[in-house]
């Protein structure tokens, strides 16, 4: 029903910036949530960052403050902008897409994005 590719991950030094993209297509107009996870070598999968339909966002403790997540309605694209990059941030980035269609709910996720803090 959805599909969901990112870009935008890389290698920066710590201090610096990226802005991950997220493009959804298929069925958009059922998307109430999207959000974005990442998962470190070696840890679990967390969620960094979600923002519903009204627009209304939030974030994990470690990311306020440096990072906002932000939608393109119009061209279906959600945005997380990172700023003040640590070491800590290395990770595996993915896009979340919640789906629900009378009740019936589900999960889409893209392919992933490598982000590398590093001097």
């Known amino acids: 029903q959805v599909q969901l590719v990112e870009s935008g991950g890389g290698l920066v030094q710590p201090g610096g910036s990226l802005r991950l993209s997220c493009v959804a297509s298929?069925?958009?107009?059922?998307?109430?949530?999207m959000g974005w996870y990442r998962q470190a070598p070696g840890k679990q999968r967390e969620l960094v960052a979600y923002?519903?339909?009204?627009?209304?966002?939030k974030y994990t403790d470690s990311v306020k403050g440096r990072f906002t997540i932000s939608r393109d309605n119009a061209n279906h694209t959600v945005y997380l902008q990172m700023n003040n990059l640590k070491s800590e941030d290395t990770a595996v980035y993915y896009c979340?897409?919640?789906?629900?269609?009378?009740?019936?709910?589900?999960?889409?996720w893209g392919q992933g994005t490598q982000v590398t803090v590093s001097s």
């Open positions: 979340n897409a919640g789906v629900s269609n009378y009740g019936d709910d589900h999960d889409f």
């Open positions: 298929g069925t958009t107009f059922l998307i109430y949530v």
């Open positions: 923002i519903n339909n009204g627009g209304s966002a």
